[in-house]
């Protein structure tokens, strides 16, 4: 096991990087991948040796090129191989002389387009020599801090007016692990979370996994200390009782969310024809989850907006939940959305009640507002008004969690406020997410200021809500298994680490 | 009936406006909404007479200021007011006096307070003079073309740091009505669309409606030309017979889409305390849409997405729907989505797949791609692949309509296909939507293209599906009631128009 770790490790830390196929030809893949490492080794991120390998090639990018893997006179821990597929089980012969660690296989025109031989013929080879191989028909690893970056995408387009835009951007380092079997959909996510400012620990693509699989990667997660949480889209599991066993093992110290597509009969032929997965049926995928303590997302949105709550918030004691709005539709959303799934919106207790009532009777909050749950302090709100009554209602031992909704248009409610929340939160180690509703400036303001403090925030009621029910979930899972205050304290020392 | 109608006119075409709480002081309401109307004057958008009232001052922003309603000289077609509720009934009966079409009242403090008789007492007087009520406890009328604003929330905020940034802004023209029970959604709507460049024919917010309600305004709408679809927020619904009636008038010509909330029993008594909204049973009202055509969206998200969709494409005939992507993942999950939603993505008649082969054997498309939906081009995808594919899927005629996914990650593909697809789509008679996944730059661009040609954009797969579904509910509706091709005659010359 410990062996297996060390191996995996070589992915993500390599001394020594050989690229197969690198190519000085501008639009090759060989090219953009053999470039990252030659620009992050400039920039001193990239701290291995680095060789170029292709036999019709003397210079890449000021590096000497070998004409094959045999050919580089020293060791090499990873291979980064990207030439055609008939090519890469002699390439993966030569490895194994070499002692390779680890090998990402970029190469398409394996078992996805029914090449299976060719398939079981590297993962023969690898298995002898004990070489860790990921893909093939992959995009491989991103990890912002050894400067491992196997995309091939361009980081940029050029627009036919000649302008250059961001094309698929490159997250900024965090605590969410996102590992994918689409490559497409990887890149998509990268561009998501870049754009919403999620940062990312480890970026995986691992394809058609004809060795390093979900399981092994989740295990190797496991132990790494920048990886809060694991975002996971998958169209099928390798070996069920494997990830069974080890998901288990993991989710009881970090969550995983899991996007698990191919649910209808003609998702699953269509996930067929992607990555040759073979997807079964879909309750035996939802009962495991259930099972092992893996979060299970509906939809694309929902993916993030569990991983970024989960990132960023402890989970809940329980399933009952306040909201303090300062507007009142948007609460009634939220109420609807909160008992749709199943968390409870309880009328406070008299104590809670009381001494809301206090708070009117100072003059401090508005006698007009609600303040039996949901608390609507109106579009009359200023910001202290929303402050002292999250403070209040974080006291209440009934209260969960705490749903916010700061829509900023009330005249009266400034950015200050934002701060003033964050404050009192950090009091309390009970969840808050927020919501705040709109896409022009003081909305994107509004919620990236928050997003930046620790505190979720959310375009949509039911978003908010349905983040919040991901904490309840994981919370009431942590304390099924007697391991809630675990969780809690190993976050905590975290996050006291994090502000050192 | 008729007279009816021309009433509700008098709050979008007014041709003399009296602003009863007008004031200097900047941080009122009554300032903010006066000052709408006068720089709308000044620059040549409110064609009308306006004139502020209130007996403390002698001239508000270079207007004649008039001690009361009564010493206006001329006639006045609207008033809106914006003073205590108190003073509000006193109001009235001077405006029975001067003959006034329509009031706005702003003013809250009425039955959504519990001072149902202060409100009985209004409407009794307005009802009298045959005045038409909008409100009161609400942010009243936003129609861009003659200038009617009064929305009293500030369009922009000044940071702590003397930033200025926008807060509530104006969306552009546009062929989408926004009608509100809850003023704070109404905003964050306004918001919303503003930012997702949806442009907006009429907004109303009405409150309390204590006199003209969602069933007046949908009528109204029926016959407004600068409506394509309505969006409606409710809490609850005035006269459920009287609704049923005017609905099913308005959606044989025009889709009417709802967000009714007060869904769970918390938060209907959540919405009581909001509106003193009585929301009654949530399967009724379930049941109500259902029959008379009103679709019903889930969520906040949905509700934007359907309206977008069904202003900008056509309903289809069926729900067999046709997926074009250049990337596997996303393509599965849309599949997984399609089929939940009750659409099917079903296998191509043997004609389409010939066709398909075809365009192998001339390597117009790869060899390796699924050709038999969903169309998976791979990340190898160039501009005329998406283009070529999507003419072929329209002419299939089990193809009602297609689900593209274009995301722009790939390589070969430029910005320039949009407009090829835009081409191709204009040739038939079927839904296009379309999914971008990213929120950089190339993203947004792609998404934001799309949307300004007619092809409704969005961000992620499951919602381009939930947006085709709304297409396909439409289209059935229609159908079963013998009107299809009239609303297709009806749009088509729309747009015609349009182009002129």
Redo the contacts between chains.
Sequence with gaps: MEEQLQKLHAFFNPQSVAVIGATKKV?KAGHVIFKNFSTNKEHGVFKGELYPVNPSEDLILGHKCYASLSKVPNEIELIVVIVPAKFVPAIMEEAVIKKVKAAIIISSGFKE?GNTDLEEQVVATAKKGGIRVLGPNCLGVYYSKTGIDTL???ET?V??TGEE?????RPMPGNIAMI??????G???L??L???QMGVSKFVSFGNKCDVNESDILHYLLYDKETKVTLA?L?DITDGREFLKIAKKVTIKKPVVV?K???????AR??A???GAIAGSDKIYDAAFEQSGVLRAR???EFFDMGKALAMQPPTTGKNIGILT????????T??????LGL???RFSDATLQKFQELKDQNIILK?A?T?N?V?LT?SVIDDMFVMSADLMFQDPQVCGIILLG?????GL???YIDGIVKVAENYCKPIVMCD???????L?TRSRFDRLGVPAY?????AARAMKALATYGAYLKRNGCFDEYIASIKKKSTKDSK
């Design positions: 639009d387009v091939f995408l361009p387009k627009l036919t835009v961001v094309a698929t951007p994918t079997q689409s490559g497409a959909f890149v998509a996510a561009d998501y870049t754009g919403r889209y169209e996007i597509s191919g649910r209808s009969a003609a998702g269509a996930a024809s992607h990555t939809d694309m949105e300062d507007a009142g539709g948007p609460g009634v959303m109420v609807d959305e909160c008992e749709a409870t919106v309880d007009i609600a039996s949901p609507d579009g829509l900023h248009h009330m005249p400034r950015e200050v509703i709109g896409e022009t400036e003081m909305a303001y375009p949509s009621p039911e978003d």
